[in-house]
DNA sequence: ACAATGTGCTTTGTAATACAAAGTATATTG
DNA sequence: CAATATACTTTGTATTACAAAGCACATTGT
């Protein structure tokens, strides 16, 4: 009962999360799972979170993939930036949760 | 696309509100609904979103209920309060979220 | 008198998302 | 040579916010 709230908390804000971290640095997705998990005391996601998060990110176009062949491997690797279009997402967004979080915080942080 | 991310940022916390004001005081849906428009500028809720919460919460044991007959109506009105139980994962899951809602911060604050 | 609005509760259907679990393929380590 | 690590992908499930509509009665306005 408790785990599924923390669930239902996350909905949405990862992919702004994401979006954070990929406008610092591009990065490929499995790199993404393993620096989201050491930033984060919070967030630990898998594999199976996050590529759908990402293939929809850049089907709203607010990011871009790259593949990228390294030497030392035989596939390559996809690499994911953020869009304009995503910057300003995601900064648009961003101020809408903080209005959403003062609220939340305003009414639970009245007394009893 | 940014009315729907707004909806997904909801997800849980209109649970914990509600939870909140019930705690402070008895209240019957339609006054809740009035209440929370008041209280909020980012929650501006429905019927149809707060009764099925409100069902929810009662058949998992969170709140009670009693109906009451007012003089004046010949309707009775079903006023919700908080159970200890209530009480207890109201205060679990809004420091969960306050945990969450840190780490979201520390992250997105974060400089570019 | 009667239409419109307000009060109060309920049900149905939809869209979206986090997540687990499993699968594929290659590389590296013990 | 088996086990583990890297890297990406797909399928199915459970939840939830919300709109929309409906039901029943009361109170307004004209």
Redesign the interface.
């Known amino acids: ?2 785990e599924n ?9 990862l ?3 994401i979006l ?2 990929l ?2 640095k591009e990065m490929y997705g499995y790199e993404l799972v393993a620096e989201l998990n050491r ?5 630990h996601i898998k594999e199976g979170t996050l590529y759908p998060i990402l293939y929809r990110l850049e089907d ?1 176009g607010l990011m871009k993939t790259r593949w990228e062949q390294p030497a030392s491997r035989v596939q390559p690797k996809k690499y994911y930036s953020v869009t304009d279009k995503g910057g300003q ?1 995601m900064r ?3 101020a ?2 903080k ?3 003062e ?3 305003r ?2 942080e ?1 007394a ?1």
Chains 1, 2 share one sequence.
């Open positions: 009962m408790n709230i923390i669930r239902q908390f996350k909905k949405g804000v992919e702004l999360i954070k971290l406008s610092k930033q984060s005391n919070a967030f709203d997402f648009e967004s961003y809408q949760w209005a959403l979080a609220d939340i915080t009414i639970m009245d009893i």
